[in-house]
């Protein structure tokens, strides 16, 4: 098969990032980490995180000495969407193999083995022609003993909500994982992988920081999401009905969310996850 390269970011949620290494390790070829060298976030503000905490972690995970840490200036622009972008074209420059996948630090692949070992030797003719899609599972917010997710009115997972990730390494990142070949021929194929997606479920001075500093970050303050996630509870949460707002990506709506208990949630994800065909 054509060899993989994955790049991924490291930054204020660095924590988050050996879990999702870990559910794709065993099935690229390289892995490239960016990391600002001046420990300035795409919007231009300081951060910091354990990095002897997560420097062992990497080591232990990387029996096969794939991954390599870049480290450069990826704050160029006052427009913070160009910083991303900048910052996934240079990862790309340091890639050794045609056929390139983009994983952020808060996502876990939950069917890895099934789109890896099934589904790209089908699309893998084509690889150079489209860009592939996931779908997302978002966990929504946490309290003690349970998860809000956003689901459909059915309570299932599978929304088919997808967001580029895979491309062809001659294609230039222009919006983010969107690449000119998506945007420009809109040749893009929707995959069955299901990713995890810890985005907003974090704590509230956590999340506070991620949307202040992501790409996204010069419209937060003019977007309600953030003020309608700190209102919800387990008392209320079933108000909300097709809530999702203009900042945070496509814009078809969230339908519901749906509560579910820690001890059932990540079983519960991988048997929806396992449930999207081929």
Same mark, same amino acid.
């Given at each position: 098969?054509?060899?993989?390269?994955?790049?991924?970011?490291?930054?204020?949620?660095? &924590?988050?990032?050996?879990?999702?290494?870990?559910?794709?390790?065993?099935?690229? /070829?390289?892995?490239?980490?960016?990391?600002?060298?001046?420990?300035?976030? +795409?919007?231009?503000?300081?951060?910091?995180?354990? &990095?002897?905490?997560?420097?062992?972690?990497?080591?232990?995970?990387?029996?096969?000495?794939?991954?390599?840490?870049?480290?450069?200036?990826?704050?160029?622009? /006052?427009? %913070?969407?160009?910083?991303?972008?900048?910052?996934?074209?240079?990862?790309?420059?340091?890639?050794?193999?045609?056929? $390139? %996948?983009?994983?952020?630090?808060?996502?876990?692949?939950?069917?890895?083995?099934?789109?890896?070992?099934?589904?790209?030797?089908?699309?893998?003719?084509?690889?150079?022609?489209?860009?592939? !899609?996931?779908?997302?599972?978002?966990?929504?917010?946490?309290?003690?003993?349970?998860?809000?997710?956003?689901?459909?009115?059915?309570?299932?997972?599978?929304? =088919?909500?997808?967001?580029?990730? !895979?491309? +062809?390494?001659?294609?230039?990142?222009?919006?983010?994982? +969107?690449?000119?070949?998506?945007?420009?021929?809109?040749?893009?194929?929707?995959?069955? $992988?299901?990713?995890?997606?810890?985005?907003?479920?974090?704590?509230?001075? &956590? $999340?506070? =920081?991620?949307?202040?500093?992501?790409?996204? !970050?010069?419209?937060?303050?003019?977007?309600?999401?953030?003020?309608?996630?700190?209102?919800?509870?387990?008392?209320?949460?079933?108000?909300?009905?097709?809530?999702?707002?203009?900042?945070?990506?496509?814009?078809? =709506? +969230?339908?519901? $969310?749906?509560?579910?208990?820690?001890? &059932?949630?990540?079983?519960?994800?991988?048997? =929806?996850?396992?449930?999207?065909?081929?």
């Amino acid at each position: 098969m054509q060899k993989k390269s994955a790049i991924s970011l490291i930054s204020y949620d660095a &924590e988050y990032l050996p879990a999702s290494i870990m559910s794709y390790y065993a099935y690229v /070829d390289e892995i490239v980490l960016g990391l600002d060298k001046n420990r300035k976030t +795409w919007a231009g503000n300081n951060f910091s995180f354990d &990095e002897q905490d997560l420097f062992k972690k990497l080591s232990v995970i990387d029996g096969d000495n794939k991954i390599t840490v870049v480290e450069e200036d990826f704050y160029k622009s /006052d427009v %913070f969407i160009n910083n991303d972008n900048y910052e996934r074209n240079y990862l790309k420059s340091h890639c050794s193999h045609d056929w $390139l %996948f983009s994983f952020d630090a808060d996502e876990e692949l939950l069917n890895a083995n099934h789109f890896f070992e099934s589904y790209l030797p089908l699309v893998e003719p084509y690889y150079k022609d489209y860009d592939l !899609a996931f779908n997302w599972f978002l966990p929504y917010k946490e309290f003690e003993d349970s998860y809000l997710v956003i689901t459909d009115e059915r309570g299932n997972w599978n929304l =088919q909500e997808t967001q580029g990730f !895979a491309n +062809w390494k001659n294609y230039e990142f222009v919006y983010a994982r +969107w690449t000119n070949n998506a945007q420009g021929a809109k040749r893009v194929l929707a995959t069955p $992988l299901a990713i995890l997606h810890w985005s907003i479920c974090r704590k509230e001075k &956590e $999340l506070n =920081q991620k949307i202040h500093n992501i790409g996204h !970050a010069d419209i937060v303050d003019e977007d309600p999401f953030y003020d309608i996630w700190r209102n919800i509870n387990l008392g209320n949460f079933n108000e909300l009905r097709n809530f999702k707002t203009s900042g945070f990506g496509d814009p078809s =709506q +969230w339908s519901r $969310l749906t509560q579910i208990s820690k001890e &059932e949630f990540r079983k519960k994800a991988v048997e =929806q996850a396992n449930m999207i065909g081929i």
